[in-house]
């Protein structure tokens, strides 16, 4: 099915009032497993708005790994998790992108007002932490965390809960589907590129893209190009190199020409050869299509466990590989020979704040950045997109679920305009 929606949902009340219930695709603990079964559209009451919330009318809603962990209950069971913090509530309504209309703001929220359309980025926190209170970036801090995934109420419902300061306004030229489509992949890869000083993409640097035609890989390739990188993707099909190469790519490898992947053999090991000349050939992929032999300032990476090895073997000497998951597991294994003498740094990224998200929607709002949507489905169909995910066969681009909208295509209220 592609657009439109099966479950006929009830009609939202008018902006400015708040119904008592919602329908919300919902995960509970004893459905834990294939996020097809995990996901049940159940209602449920409206939360209530704290004085610094905001209250989205969803018309889409973007879909992302993260549900898909949530739905399985690993590593993370959120649930339990959010219970030991003192939370109430014995579900998850998960959903970390969305595009919709404010239909109720809180009584300290001040430049947002009901009726607005808006998306909404994944970056919550505790205004009252003494890290930010100090002036820190708010996504290191202790209360940190990711938005519909961490928290319950996020866009895989009706009405979603956020705080005011991730309320950003929609780009006016994207459909609802469109706009709901990027946002946390796209403030994700913005962090990773922008947000790591003395590592930040620049003219003509090499930047290996694994997982190009992926969600995050497809916003990395576009955001290295705006800022005259040249990105290399790495996909496991011609026909997903391809996608990335219309997005700006400069060309791509194809992982599964290649043999070497996950653990390597052992320093000791005399397998550790084979190894060896596996990397070295997949580096001189890269250098071909570049043209030059120039290896990677900046390894984008989120495949982990099977990847991490060859990233630290093809980054640049002073490089960085970023990295924001272990989507093929969480035991990476770095060799330290190439990783101290050429003095590459391995840096962690999770999420956003407000700067890099705010910086993000204006690239999207000014008409540089396409959200890459892959499909678009109906709100029954959010379990089992997720599974689709979960197994790796999602099609290239990001998948979206239309929430209130009634069909594809809705939404665009105007010319591109500019900042
Ligand atoms: P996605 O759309 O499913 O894309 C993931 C890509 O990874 C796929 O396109 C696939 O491309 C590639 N891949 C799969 N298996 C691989 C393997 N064995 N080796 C190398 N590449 C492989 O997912 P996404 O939205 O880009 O997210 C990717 C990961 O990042 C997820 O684990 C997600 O939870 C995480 N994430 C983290 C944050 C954060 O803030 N920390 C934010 C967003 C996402 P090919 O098969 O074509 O190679």
Redesign the pocket.
Known sequence: MNGTRTITLPRLPDPGTIPETMIAQVIRQDRFGDPATAFQAEEIPTPPVGPDDVLVAVMAAGV???N??AARGVPVDVIRSRQRSGEPYDFHIGGSDASGIVQTVGRDVTGIAVGDEVVVH?GVWDMDDPWIAAGRDPMTAPSAR?WGYDTNFGSFAQLALAQSHQIMRKAPHLSWEEAAAPT??GT??Y?MLFGWSGNIVEKDDVVLV?????????QAIQLVRHAGGIPVA????PD??EHCVLLGAAGWID?TEYSH?GVPPHWTDAAQREWTAEARRFGKAIWDIVGARRNPAIVFE???E??VPTSVFVCDGGGMIVI?????GFSAMVDLRYHWTRQKRLQG????NDAQAYAYNDLVCAGDIDPCVGRVVGFDEVGRVHSE?GE?S?P???TVVLVGAPEPGLGKSGPRVSL
């Not at 694994?210 to 497809?218: E, N, P, R, Y």
């Not at 790495?234 to 099909?237: K, M, Q």
């Open positions: 992302n790994y993260n898909v962990w994944p990711i946390l992949v994700t890869a962090r694994w997982g190009g035609s992926g969600g995050l890989g497809t790495v996909v496991s099909s997903r190199g992982r992947w989120h495949s982990g099977a990847t924001c998951a272990g989507t093929t990224s999770h999420g956003t995910m790796g999602s290239p681009g990001n």
